[in-house]
């Protein structure tokens, strides 16, 4: 499979607890995207890199939320001193700058979190 | 930031009628407007786009409009069959370097098709 890949699929953790999300992007796609969505919610944005370079973060995003991509192919999300709040499924998206004609953004199957 | 709203929440339309989804954003900078279908359980997927140099496009059942004096685009799906229910999300972002920043997305459409 060839698509955007998420582990782990399913996270479940205490409060107060730090968790990490990891996510693989389709091949030779140079943006990277976090999304955090609710039930009944669309996605909300948290995050995007272009390569190893954070361009945009959200100003919903808690201080407690740290985001990475080293070497500009997969990321990581973490979540430090999670809250029940944070009970989410966080989806990661790529997409590539080089193809023209399209800016579509293709979705991982998502990591949900539930924080007890 | 950029504020995207969604009606209806829920649309109930008879098989083979039409569905029309609209939304409006509040950004003018916006200018890049896709439409993602999510079935329960899996990840959402674009069904189509529209940039802001145009106005109208079209996928055979599924055609978006865009009215950007109205910052207002909608999602009309033609023939509707059973497999098209779902719920359905408008986004609109900024094309930046040849491509899209972060989507701001709608709250969702869910839409029922009854037989």
């Known amino acids: 499979d060839t698509g955007v890949s998420q582990n782990p699929r399913h996270k479940i953790t205490k409060r107060g607890q730090n968790v990490t999300f990891r996510c693989d992007p389709i091949?030779?796609?140079?943006?990277l995207y976090w999304y955090r969505q609710t039930l009944g919610q669309g996605p909300e944005f948290l995050t995007y890199?272009?390569?190893?370079?954070?361009?945009?973060k959200s100003r919903l995003l808690s201080d407690r939320f740290s985001a990475e991509r080293p070497k500009g192919s997969f990321s990581t999300l973490e979540i430090q001193r999670t809250e029940q709040g944070d009970s989410a499924m966080y989806l990661c998206a790529s997409s590539s700058t080089h193809r023209t004609g399209t800016l579509e953004q293709y979705f991982g199957p998502g990591t949900r979190l539930t924080v007890t | 930031g950029e504020n995207v709203e969604q009606h209806p929440s829920t649309l109930s339309v008879q098989e083979g009628d039409s569905a029309v989804i609209k939304c409006t954003y509040s950004d003018s900078a916006s200018n890049y407007f896709p439409w993602y279908k999510q079935e329960l359980g899996k990840r959402p997927q674009l069904i189509i786009d529209?940039?802001?140099?145009?106005g109208e496009k079209k996928d055979q059942r599924i055609a978006v409009t865009l009215n950007k004096t109205a910052k207002h685009f909608s999602l009309h799906i033609t023939e509707t069959q059973p497999e098209d229910s779902a719920v359905y999300f408008c986004a609109a972002s900024e094309d930046s370097g040849g491509g899209a920043d972060g989507l701001t997305f709608g709250k969702g459409t869910h839409l029922i098709i009854q037989p």
């Open positions: 890199f272009q390569n190893e370079a954070q361009l945009e």
């Open positions: 529209i940039r802001s140099n145009v």
């Open positions: 091949s030779e796609h140079n943006r």
